[in-house]
């Protein structure tokens, strides 16, 4: 929307004034000066509508437009708690390893604890926001979890109905180190219907199967493993 000129305003009233007084010169001053500071306000508040615009706005804007979705910046989730043990294999994204004296415990040992995540950056709490709007709106359907998810890992993503109320769902990358950790604060912005068990899918390329979507015998495809992944549980 283009806002009006404030010279535009202010002399739009101005002409509207009778003739017999438009020869006192302090009272048009008077006028004039008032309609100024009137013009000002209408400009200004012309314009605040695209500093709350989702697909724009930042900071504080942004944050005001995520508590009006519902969906804050801070979250509080599960901390795990560095296991003791010697970084030799593949890294597993769930342990932080550490050494004998580095105030670790064995794996099993003890259960994670909790504390707050906030999702600081603006572009990655936009694409929060977008998921957001489907959960906002109760869109339950596949297609809806489908866009959800690509607005917070990408197009690579995959959904796929397990039956049973039982939903997978399949990043179609490796996640970062701050994706993993952002997990359970991305499964519950996502529109899963009450009842759904959510599953992840680590596995990177296509899903084996026959038809289309999925990756033929002679394709490279994975065997599609699962894991339940509940956002909320500690343990």
Known sequence: MECPDKAVIVEERIDRI???YRESPNLLGIIRHDLEDLADIIVASCGM???????TAVGDQLTLVGKRLGWPRCHCI??????FGFDCGPPNPNLSIVGLCEGGVWAGCQ?????????????????YLFARRYQARQLWDIDSLQAAAEHIWGDDVTVTSMGGARVAIQPGRALTAIEEIQLPVAFRVLPLAPGVTPHISRDVGKIF???AG???LCEGSIWFCPQEFDPYNCA
């Open 18 to 20: 009778l003739t017999q």
């Open 49 to 55: 509508p695209s500093e709350f615009d989702i697909l």
């Open 78 to 83: 599960c901390v795990p708690v560095p296991v």
């Open 111 to 127: 259960e994670a604890g909790d504390g707050d995540i906030c999702l600081d950056d603006d572009e990655t709490y936009r694409r």
């Open 209 to 211: 199967g026959f038809g």
């Open 214 to 216: 999925w990756g033929g």
